[in-house]
T-cell receptor, first 121, second 112 residues
């Protein structure tokens, strides 16, 4: 099966500009995640979708970050305006599992995309 | 709050030597833990999960609830094991079931 796709792979912008990232999860996966990975740190969850609804956005800086998953498939993550500290790799992941349902262990394995490396200058 | 700690940012061993990557966690419930690996120029991928009690590429990891640890071990390291390794803890409660909390990662380098 095709893996999680992300675009662009690299993006360089100036501070105060806006940027958008796109993610196409594995077909049929109910849950989609956006992570931020700052250099030298592990991935940090920004937002989790189940189908087209948000289930966790507690760590999303909502004053500048927004995300949507229209029709429960593709997702976009936007930053407006960008700050220097937003420089990071943005990872998208998907998993088959839907929250609240009894599922086999394999269904919550997360499959990651290649990431988008954002540099804010 | 759940937390994952990987105390070593860098770990170097020689080929054929045993390797142990440390992971400690903090979680109030019954933990579900994973090891993810990222090889050079590849995407992050699951290596193994504790619930499956499996051995993947010679790696094993045992959950020690008393010590709140989930160390990754391999008796004989190979050069192809060189990669970044992340320990991750699954949020097993509430609507955000499936959320992973990652440690900071350990870069493993296996020298020939």
């Amino acid at each position: 099966e095709a893996g999680v796709a992300q675009s662009p792979r690299y993006k360089i912008i100036e501070k105060r500009q806006s940027v958008a990232f796109w993610c196409n999860p594995i077909s049929g996966h109910a849950t989609l995640y956006w992570y931020q990975q700052i250099l030298g740190q592990g991935p940090k969850l920004l937002i989790q979708f189940q189908n087209n609804g948000v289930v966790d956005d507690s760590q999303l800086p909502k004053d500048r970050f927004s995300a949507e998953r229209l029709k429960g498939v593709d997702s976009t993550l936007k930053i407006q305006p960008a700050k220097l500290e937003d420089s990071a790799v943005y990872l998208c992941a998907s998993s088959p599992r839907a929250s609240g349902r009894v599922s086999p262990p394999d269904s919550y394995e997360q499959y990651f995309g290649p990431g988008t490396r954002l540099t804010v200058t | 709050a759940q937390r994952v700690t990987q105390p070593e940012k860098l770990l170097s061993v020689f080929k054929g030597a045993p390797v142990e990557l440390k992971c400690n966690y903090s979680y109030s419930g019954s933990p579900e833990l994973f090891w993810y690996v990222q090889y050079s120029r590849q995407r992050l991928q699951l290596l193994l999960r504790h619930i499956s009690r499996e051995s993947i590429k010679g790696f094993t990891a045992d959950l020690n609830k008393g010590e709140t640890s989930f160390h990754l071990k391999k008796p004989f390291a190979q050069e192809e094991d060189s990669a970044m390794y992340y320990c991750a803890l699954l949020n097993a409660g509430g609507t955000s079931y499936g959320k992973l909390t990652f440690g900071q990662g350990t870069i493993l380098t296996v020298h020939p």
